[in-house]
């Protein structure tokens, strides 16, 4: 089956994914989540930037068929194997995790049963004394010290992180990228040329339940 016919992805932008947002904006993308995964027939992959995030919106999220599981901060391999087993053999598991972390990269997620990755923007490395140090460097330098050091780093979590779903010839799902940041330069820049298939990124805009809906009715 040709990539195209085993991948949606659908950028949501009427919501932000900004720290100064989350009040206003994270009880929107929690209904907005719950409403993808009521379309989801398998296992789902939601991945975020911190696990203070991942807190707040499982606290949101509406119940609904999937039974939530949560990577925690200090998860040793042996936790983080039982919560892989657990989507084994399933078809209703959502499991929250963060972005370049330990479930989300260097995972084999073969015979998962994900149907579904949802990204909760554009997971940006925090901006400590070290990263920082690194954004003036490379601005004195080259002038793109922000895009270079936070903006790459991040939109590289994000595609290894979409990288979970197909593993195999016969996988297919849906990818919903959450924020409006995707629509904007260096975000958008930075959007695989696959997932494009020859548009632009607004042609990716779409609502994540009508589209998950229309993806896995067509299957």
């Known amino acids: ?56 919106l499982l606290a949101l999220l509406p119940a609904g068929r999937h039974v939530t599981l949560r990577q925690h901060p200090n998860d040793s391999e042996a936790e983080r194997a039982r919560s892989l087993d657990q989507l084994r053999g ?23 049963g994900l149907n579904a990755v949802a990204v909760v923007g554009p997971c940006l490395p925090s901006l400590d004394a070290r990263t920082q140090l690194l954004v003036e460097h490379l601005d004195e330098h080259a002038g793109d010290g922000f895009d270079m050091a936070v903006a790459l780093p991040g939109m590289t979590r994000v595609i290894q992180s979409v990288g979970r779903l197909l593993r195999r010839d016969e996988d297919r799902g849906v990818v919903v990228l959450y924020g409006g ?15 494009l298939d020859g548009g632009l990124a607004e042609d990716l805009v779409d609502d994540p339940a009508e589209a998950a809906r229309a993806f896995f009715d067509g299957s």
Do not use: C, M
């Not at 399933?90 to 998962?112: C, K, N, P, Q, S």
């Not at 940041?181 to 997932?195: T, V």
């Open 90 to 112: 399933r078809d209703d598991v959502a499991l929250f995790a963060i972005a370049g972390g330990a479930l989300a990269e260097g995972v084999d997620t073969a015979g998962l």
């Open 181 to 195: 940041r995707f629509l904007r330069s260096p975000y958008r820049d930075w959007l695989p040329e696959a997932w």
């Open 1 to 56: 089956t040709p990539p195209g016919d085993r991948l949606r992805v659908v950028i949501e932008p009427r919501v932000s994914t900004r720290h100064a947002d989350r009040g206003r904006q994270e009880p929107r993308i929690a209904r907005s989540l719950a409403g993808l995964l009521a379309e989801v027939p398998g296992n789902a992959l939601v991945l975020v930037s911190s696990f203070a995030k991942l807190e707040r």
